[in-house]
Structures are given as C-alpha cells and as structure tokens.
C-alpha cells in the first residue's frame, strides 16, 4: 500500500491528480496492490521516485539503443577521450571531463564502448539521476566517477533490499547457479524492471523473465541441475536523499536526453514490439 503524510493513498486518483505516464501508473498500482508499505512523508517525494524511477526505464531502454557492446572486463572499451580505461577494465572519467558530459557520451557514441551488465546499470542510474537533479549538483557530486563492476559514488545512496515487490526501474538479479566455469560473466544478469512484463539486461537484451531465465539456463555448466531464477532482491537509488537536489522538471523536461520527448515507451521482443 501507499500512505502518504501518515493517510493511505489511490493509485487512481495520483494518476488522475499528478498527470501520470504509463510507467508512472504502473509504479502505483504495483505499489498499492503490494504487501510492502510504501511510505512518503509528502507528496512531492513520491513525485521525485516516479521521476527517477520513469527516466530509470528511459535511460535503461536509450542504452539498449546506443550500440553498447557487450565484454568481459578483460575486453571492455571507452571513448579515450572521455574515459581512462583502468588495468581492470573500468572506466574512469578523464580530469577536465565533465561527469554530465562522460555519461551523455556513453549514450551518443555506444559503439566506442563495451563492458558487462552490472557496470552498464551503474551507467544507467547514474544517467537517470542526471535527469532528475541539478545539473551543477551532479556534477559537484559525481566529480570522480568510476565505472567498474558495482562500484558507484556514496551520493547515489543505491539500496538493496529483499523484495518480492519489482517496480519500474528497479535493478534486479537473475541468478545462474550452474553457469558454465569457462564463461563467469552468465553467472548472473543484471536487469531494470521496464514495466509490463518486461525487463532490460545487457548482453541479453530486453526478454521477459521466462525467457531471461531460459537465457541464462542456455549458459550452464554440461550436466547442470539447477534452473536459472529470479532473486528476491531490488537495488533503488536514496530517492530521498536525492530529492533535495530534484531539479524541479518533468520527465519531459530533461537536460540532454537522448530520447525524444514522447510519454509512451517502446521495446522490441523478436518481431513483436510492445508499447505502454
């Protein structure tokens, strides 16, 4: 359920109040319908999470789009003139670089990178929270970016919680327990919750979970017993600890977003394409 300054709220009636978007609409219906209390001590801080949790959906779907390869970290790739590929296979941002500036790049030029799929969901929370703040706090905040594996700035204050409750833009983990020795990196997938059923991973695409699952389990070990699942867990950014820094706009409203102002969102499954 949700409540709200200490009231139980209607996921109908915010849709209707606060103009929401698909995604929006999902998050409180998913909210409200769920065992979990989601609790807010003013509206506008709900307001800032189906902000942040709306551009998590865009930026993980703009990321499918950009022509990011997938890598080990022994193989990964960065713009130079952005990024400083580090012995490990990280990227760390270029001094004199803006942080604004290094993680639009990754969006504009994808094909000149690659990395695996927990690094890429570092860039898109990182890209998301770009959206929703102030641009002068983002780049105070994140001055020294690195990007490798789960390493991120304390200023995202990303949470992981045991859930059973996946709301859009959540970051969630399909485990692969009999994943073959010989390929470690379908240990597992990374994945943003994309509403509808749906969910983004890099190197696997946007798959339902059935066939994320079926993905995963094509990555076994010979003789593997063990099905691939889904984990009861969900990394969030500190959406209140964020929203001091909300940059007072609408999704619509995002500085330097590589999507097209729209509120519907689109993702392609094979030659079914899936619009909400």
Known sequence: MIVIAGRPANPASLAAEWGLNPVQRETVAIMARSDETFEYPTPELLQFELKVRDHLVRSALALNESGLAFSTFEESRANPAYWIRTDQGGFRLRPG?????????????????????????????????LQSIRLPDFERMFSDILLYDWRYDQDLDLQTIRTN????????????????????????????????????????????????????????????????????????????????????RSTMQAFGHPIQASSRITAQIGSLSWEW
């Open 165 to 248: 409750t996946f709301l859009p833009g959540d970051v969630i983990y399909f485990a692969n327990p009999d994943y073959d020795r010989e390929t470690p990196q379908w240990q597992g997938e990374n994945a943003v919750v994309l509403g509808n059923g749906l969910y983004y991973g890099h190197g696997a695409g946007i798959k339902r979970a059935s066939e994320m699952v079926a993905f995963l389990n094509e990555q076994r070990r010979e003789g593997a017993m063990r099905s691939a699942y889904r984990a009861n867990q969900a990394t969030r950014p500190g959406f209140a600890y964020l929203f001091p820094y909300d940059n007072g």
């Open 97 to 129: 670089v803006l942080p604004s500036s290094g993680i639009i790049n990754i969006f504009r030029e994808g094909q000149k990178y690659a990395t695996e799929c927990a690094t890429a969901m570092v860039i898109i929370i990182y890209h998301a929270v």
